[in-house]
């Protein structure tokens, strides 16, 4: 199944190919040769260890910051969320302990370190321009929901208190699991015609049925298009550019989202990089807030 993008995002990115020594596939020349790439690196992960050590760590697939209710109260502070401009007035609070639990709905759960609450303003607040800011007055603990390639889960979280806000700013607490080393090398450098990196995960629909994920193409084609194949315990994105022409291109790389629509839910497979052979890592979109 190919789809083609959904909608453009207003993004510039270089497109990062692996050198030699990565394990070139050879003649990933067309639509049966790219199935077959998404099939050995489906073929590698089912049933692996690196599929095991997935399945049981945090790895979110939503944003790690959730905005205070009806956010933004102006232009003004949406600029300031967006540019990441920030003051503080006041002290944080110490951290209460040392490690923080994961909670997800089938009853699982998973000890991770806490993050200090410093760590976590520090996260958010890395402007430090003459424009508008937002005032940070206090923070305490508590707890928040995010998406994660388990299912939802409820995680420890920073709750700073803004100025001018009834509710607070939900930081999560914790870093991601150690992603485990893929059992599969990457396709190598091949032409973007070919086989392309992915620009990451944007997100997964509420039903599990679709996902939008960022892909790269030139000035010179029709745009970029992904391939899926779906497995029992795992789902292959295969990234691609349609439509190449001849003729002076600029060398600028651009980014669309694209949705894939899956024959099922997404559920705890794992989401795959036909082109690196690892997980596609959710991206969090800076300013996509509002």
Not at 5 to 18: D, E, K, Q, S, W
Not at 247 to 256: H, K, L, N, Y
Request: net charge negative; hydrophobic share 35%.
């Amino acid at each position: 199944m190919r789809t083609k993008p959904a909608r453009a995002v207003n993004l510039l990115a270089l497109l990062v190919l692996f050198t030699a020594g990565t394990g070139v596939v050879a003649g990933c020349d067309s639509d049966k040769d790219r199935e077959a790439r998404a099939r050995q690196v489906a073929d590698a992960w089912d049933g692996s260890r690196a599929a095991e050590v997935w399945g049981q760590g945090y790895y979110p697939m939503g944003d790690a910051v959730q905005l205070p209710e009806n956010a933004f109260r102006s232009d003004a502070d949406k600029r300031a969320y967006t540019t990441q401009n920030f003051v503080l007035r006041g002290e944080l609070p110490a951290t209460p302990r040392k490690d923080g639990q994961v909670k997800w709905e089938s009853g699982a759960s998973l000890a991770l370190p806490l993050m200090g609450a410093e760590k976590a303003y520090e996260s958010v607040a890395r402007g430090g321009n003459d424009g508008p800011h937002l005032t940070v007055t206090g923070a305490k603990l508590g707890e928040m929901t995010v998406a994660t390639s388990r299912g939802p889960a409820t995680v420890p979280a920073w709750l700073f208190t803004l100025d001018g806000y009834d509710t607070p700013l939900k930081r999560v607490a914790l870093s991601p699991s150690t992603a485990p080393k893929s059992p599969v090398k990457p396709a190598g450098k091949l032409p973007t015609d070919e086989l392309a990196p992915l620009g990451g995960l944007v997100e997964v629909a509420g039903d599990g049925r679709s996902v939008t994920v960022v892909a790269t193409h030139g000035s010179c084609d029709d745009g970029p298009a992904v391939d899926v194949l779906e497995t029992g315990g795992s789902v292959v994105l295969s990234a691609s550019v349609v439509g190449t022409k001849d003729g002076p291109c600029t060398s600028d790389m651009r980014a669309e989202e694209v949705t894939v629509k899956l024959d099922r839910p997404v559920g705890d497979r794992v989401l795959l990089d036909a082109f690196t052979g690892r997980p596609v890592p959710y991206e969090e979109r800076k300013g996509s807030a509002g």
